[in-house]
């Protein structure tokens, strides 16, 4: 079958580090997406991994394995306006299939 | 051109009817996806158009779903005789296609309430 698993909740204080996984079983796969969506707001991408290993951009980091069906986002420098839901996403051609979101919780 | 824009932002109808939601993507862009999403999951992949042409829809979507893109620029979706289970947030998406850049840009939504 084809589904992803990633935590249903993350909580941490702010200017944390907070790592999100995401696993993945698929019979075609592409590459992995990281959306971040604020309650009532629309998905914004985060990152896209279609080559195994680490992407950076600014405070955030997104890891593939493509051999474990693996990959996790890494958030640094918490900050409040970081509370949201992160999706992880697998593409094979251009059909997306997105993970059930983990809520982030950013305490002060 | 400020992004993705979606008409109307809600709609309610009675069980039964039928609707059709619009979607504007960002101009230069050739990709364009439609999702649907119900409160507490992630985006439910429907259709994918690459300029006009209909290249992928999913398995799971009902014969009461049809989506257009006739001049590869705007797209609707129609549902037909709409059901209380169509009830959810539909999103349209647009991205430039690039070869190892899947960005896409997701419009706000039209919030679908079938009573």
């Known amino acids: 079958g084809q589904s992803l698993e990633q935590p249903s909740e993350v909580t941490a204080v702010e200017g944390a580090i907070v790592q999100i996984n995401c696993t993945y079983q698929t019979s075609g796969f592409y590459g992995l997406s990281w959306y971040q969506q604020h309650d009532g707001g629309a998905p914004t991408f985060l990152s896209y991994?279609?080559?195994?290993g680490l992407e950076e951009t600014g405070r955030f980091s997104s890891f593939l394995s493509r051999s474990d069906s693996y990959g996790y986002l890494l958030l640094q420098e918490l900050q409040m306006k970081d509370s949201a839901s992160y999706f992880c996403?697998?593409?094979?051609?251009?059909?997306?299939?997105f993970g059930p979101g983990t809520r982030l919780s950013v305490l002060p | 051109d400020t992004g993705v824009s979606q008409d109307p932002r809600h709609k309610i109808t009675k069980r039964g009817q039928n609707v059709t939601f619009r979607c504007d993507p960002i101009s230069e862009h050739n990709r364009l996806y439609w999702y649907r999403q119900t409160l507490g999951q992630g985006p439910e992949f429907l259709t994918y158009f690459q300029n006009e042409a209909q290249l992928e829809k999913s398995r799971l979507l009902s014969d009461r779903f049809s989506a257009e893109r006739p001049k590869g620029s705007f797209s609707t979706l129609e549902i037909q005789r709409t059901e209380q289970g169509d009830s959810a947030m539909y999103l349209c998406?647009?991205?430039?296609?690039?070869?190892?850049?899947?960005?896409?840009?997701f419009g706000p939504g039209t919030r679908l309430t079938v009573l």
């Open positions: 991994n279609a080559l195994d």
């Open positions: 996403a697998y593409n094979y051609g251009q059909n997306f299939v």
């Open positions: 998406a647009s991205s430039l296609g690039l070869a190892l850049d899947n960005e896409q840009f």
